[in-house]
Each structure stands twice: as structure tokens, then as C-alpha cells.
């Protein structure tokens, strides 16, 4: 009802045992099994006013799905969201229970994305890509806008990890993946909003896809580095090829003269000859004439010679430019690989390197994005943010080879335990976002000065690593 809210206590426990269901063995042979029925249900308790029952719905929702259900059950949540803000007949608690059902649904297609059609998955590519006012600042409601910044970021990985296999959704995901980027740099964040419910899961939410997405577009540039080192030792062997060819060419020209003085030779030869047997009196004539063609024969040969020796040097030339191609390819087919791999993280086409390059100026935007929410209003934002930080300063050390105990904050006992009660949720969500792999030697040194500074001077964030 849209004028009072009627409390069911009945129907969280109902949804509790359904989201803890499992398909049966005799479903389908017997048609009163058939769990497929509690879907439509399921899908209105979206729109419940209490938000554990919608958190506890959406979780209901995906033992309920099968396989061949769950891209026509997508598509029809979409549907039910709004294009535009300014709707006012969807309010925020469906759209935000509606997110989270689509959220769930994504776990199963990131399991299927082998078997998803490209046509298939550019309808639901297309139709979150009409829905972005969900992800931008316009979107006052925290709560849906978390929401909506999740789903984005998986169908994103989605579409990194089968780029090859969706050509049609190429130009749209390209979109919604500066959008959402965009999306992040945004910071609308009012003296109201600080204190909205959910408000603190939205920032922490921002501040974990800013680091994954800093890591991906480093990833990107030093794949695009890698490949315009290739490209340069390829021109390079290009250019030693080439002048081994107008050697070659030289060569052969220097051939082609001593063959034709060869030839006069041979016909100075024939004509000492004639001479010799026309007339027994010209002998003498005829000798020295001999003589003479054999010098030039001697001396043809010489040039041949040298013409032999001439190609001989210009084929060792094409030879180390052939060499010097080789080892030009082996380093483009590297950096290709590097770029590949980079694509995968940030979320981009690989075949584009030019739009590849733009990303690196989001990496600026986000680390601004990190410092800002450091300095947020909320303590229990800057106490998050400082949590996830401060977990990769005790993971990966404060520089390569370094142990933690010999830096300036080797005053906490990192090697008592203290941190793992407090940091097992950052942990956890860490590898969720696919943060594992993440370096300091990709992020920014000045960013971790300064984290460090606040948690060293700041009596606050000091007592916070403490425990």
C-alpha cells in the first residue's frame, strides 16, 4: 500500500527457508514440485518496505532460478526499473530490492558466461546501460546506488572475461565502463546525505572498487608501454632489413659488371684467335692481342670477385635484420599478452589501445576519490577506508623486500595476531573484489605517505591500529 506499511512477520522466516531450498530429483516428473512457483512472490517481496526482507528475498530468489530461467528473469527485473529519475511511481526501497535480486542473479551468470549468446547478453548490457542514473551523484538514495554500482561492476567483469565472445556488446560495455568510472569520481556528498542510512556502505563500497579499478588501468598502461617498446625494435629490424637489401642490390650490380667485362673479354679472346688463323705473319699480333684479353679476363674476374664478396656481406646483413625482426615480434606478441591481461582488469576492449590510454587519467580522479573519503565527516568511513588501506600496507610490506617490523610503524606487533580478528572482514572482502594481486608498486606513493601520516599523528586512527 502506498499510504500505510503492513508488517508481515511471518514472511521473513518464509523467504529464510526458501532461500535454503535445493532443486529436487523429481522435479519436473512430478508437477507438484516444482519450485519455479515461488518465483513471482519472491520478486513482489522486492518492494517491501523492510530492508531485511528484501536483502533476505534476493537471497530466496537464487536457489529458486534455474539455469535456463535466469537471463529472461534478469531482463524482466530490469524492466521494472525505471529509465528515468523523475519516475514517481517506483519508489526507492522496489528499486533498491530489485538490484539486489539482480546482484544474486549475476553470481550465476558469471558461472554460465561460457554459454551466455552475444545477442543475449548485449539485451542486458543495453538495458543497464539506459539505466545509469543509478550509478551517477543524481542518485540521492545511498542505498540503490551502492546497489547499482556492484551489479555494474560485475557485468563489467563479465564482459572482460568472454570480450572475445560478445563483438555486438564491444561499444556498449566500452560505454558503461567510462560511465562507471565516472560514476566513481563523483562526490556529491551533502551535510543531509552524510547522515542517509546506508550512507557509510556506499562510501566503503566506492573506496574498495577504486582501489580494484587503480590496479587494472596500471595493469593497462604497462601493457600498452610493453607494446610501443615491441613495435619500436620491429621498425627498427624493419629498417636493418631494408639496408640489407640495397646491399644485396649493390652486390649484384657489381656482378652484373664483372660478367659484362668478362664477356669483353671472352670477344678480345675470339678475336686474337681470328687472328691468329688468318694470318700465320700477324702471330705475333695475334699473341699480344691474347694477351691482352687474357688480362681483361683476369681482371673481370677480380671484379666478380668482389661482386661475390659485396653479396656475400649484404646476405649476412638481411640475415641480422631477420634476427632483429625476430626478437621485434617475440616482444610485440609480449606486451599484446600484457595488454591482454590488463583489459581483464579494467574492464576495456584490448583491440582498442587508443581508448586504453584515456583510462589513465581516471587513475588520478580515483586516488583524489581514496583521499577524499579518508577525510570524511563519518568516523566510521575514515575507520573502513584506513581498515582496507592499512591491510595493504601489512600484506605486501611498506617497499618490495621489506619487512613490516623494520619500517616506522614497526612499533604494532604485526607478528602477534592482533591484526587478523580485526582485518578478517577486510580480508574477505578483498578477495570478493579481486584485490589479491594488487601491489604498492601500483598505486601511488605520496597516497601511502599520507595514510601514514594521519594514522602515525592522528591519536584516533592510532588507537584504531592498535587494535
Same mark, same amino acid.
Given at each position: ?28 516428473? &512430478? ?99 539506459? !539505466? ?12 540503490? !546506488? ?31 565502463? !567510462? ?167 579494467? !574492464? ?69 595476531? &592482533? ?49
Amino acid at each position: 500500500s502506498k499510504h500505510r506499511i503492513h508488517i508481515r512477520p511471518s514472511l521473513y522466516p518464509v523467504l529464510l527457508v526458501l532461500g535454503r531450498l535445493f532443486p529436487s530429483t523429481l522435479e519436473g516428473s &512430478d508437477t507438484s514440485l516444482n519450485l519455479s512457483a515461488f518465483i513471482p512472490y519472491v520478486i513482489r517481496c522486492a518492494a517491501s518496505p523492510v530492508y531485511k526482507t528484501r536483502v533476505i528475498a534476493s537471497r530466496a530468489l537464487l536457489p529458486l532460478a534455474k539455469r535456463n530461467q535466469v537471463i529472461g528473469i534478469c531482463c524482466q527485473l530490469l524492466e521494472c526499473i525505471p529509465e528515468a529519475r523523475t519516475n514517481e511511481n517506483v519508489f526507492s526501497s522496489q528499486v533498491h530490492g530489485l538490484l539486489l535480486q539482480l546482484c544474486q542473479l549475476a553470481k550465476l551468470i558469471q558461472e554460465m558466461a561460457a554459454s551466455i549468446e552475444d545477442a543475449v547478453f548485449h539485451s542486458i548490457v543495453s538495458s543497464l546501460r539506459k !539505466r545509469t542514473w543509478m550509478i551517477s551523484s543524481d542518485n540521492t538514495c545511498s542505498a540503490t !546506488r551502492q546497489a547499482a554500482l556492484l551489479l555494474t561492476d560485475v557485468v563489467l567483469d563479465i564482459s572482460g572475461t568472454g570480450n572475445h565472445r560478445f563483438p555486438e556488446s564491444a561499444k556498449v560495455v566500452e560505454e558503461l565502463g !567510462r560511465i562507471f568510472l565516472s560514476a566513481l569520481l563523483q562526490d556529491s556528498s551533502s551535510s543531509e546525505q552524510v547522515w542517509q542510512p546506508l550512507y557509510f556502505d556506499l562510501e566503503k563500497t566506492r573506496a574498495m572498487l577504486c582501489l580494484k579499478h587503480v590496479a587494472g588501468v596500471s595493469t593497462v598502461s604497462a601493457g600498452v608501454s610493453a607494446v610501443s617498446a615491441g613495435v619500436s625494435t620491429v621498425s627498427a629490424g624493419v629498417s636493418a632489413v631494408s639496408a640489407g637489401v640495397s646491399t644485396v642490390s649493390a652486390g649484384v650490380s657489381a656482378v652484373s659488371a664483372g660478367v659484362s667485362a668478362v664477356s669483353a673479354g671472352v670477344s678480345t679472346v675470339s678475336a686474337g684467335v681470328s687472328a691468329v688463323s688468318a694470318d700465320v705473319s700477324t702471330v705475333s699480333a695475334g699473341v699480344s692481342t691474347v694477351s691482352a684479353g687474357v688480362s681483361t679476363v683476369s681482371a673481370g674476374d677480380s671484379t666478380v670477385s668482389a661482386g661475390v664478396g659485396t653479396v656475400s656481406a649484404g646476405d649476412s646483413t638481411v640475415s641480422a635484420g631477420d634476427s632483429t625482426m625476430s626478437a621485434g615480434v617475440s616482444t610485440v606478441s609480449a606486451g599484446v599478452s600484457t595488454v591482454a591481461a590488463g583489459s581483464a582488469a579494467s !574492464r576495456a576492449e584490448s583491440t582498442e589501445l587508443a581508448d586504453k590510454l584515456s583510462f589513465t587519467t581516471s587513475k588520478i580522479g580515483l586516488k583524489d576519490v581514496l583521499m577524499k573519503l579518508l577525510d570524511s565527516p563519518l568516523y566510521e568511513v575514515r575507520l573502513e577506508v584506513l581498515d582496507l588501506l592499512w591491510n595493504f600496507l601489512r600484506t605486501d610490506g611498506i617497499k618490495k623486500g621489506q619487512d613490516l617490523s623494520s619500517t616506522k610503524c614497526g612499533n604494532v606487533n604485526a607478528s602477534s595476531g &592482533d591484526f587478523e580478528s580485526c582485518t578478517s572482514a577486510v580480508e574477505t572482502e578483498k578477495v570478493n573484489c579481486g584485490l589479491s594481486n594488487v601491489t604498492l608498486e601500483q598505486l601511488s606513493p605520496a597516497l601511502f605517505d599520507h595514510i601514514l601520516t594521519m594514522a602515525l599523528e592522528t591519536e584516533t586512527h592510532h588507537e584504531c591500529l592498535q587494535k
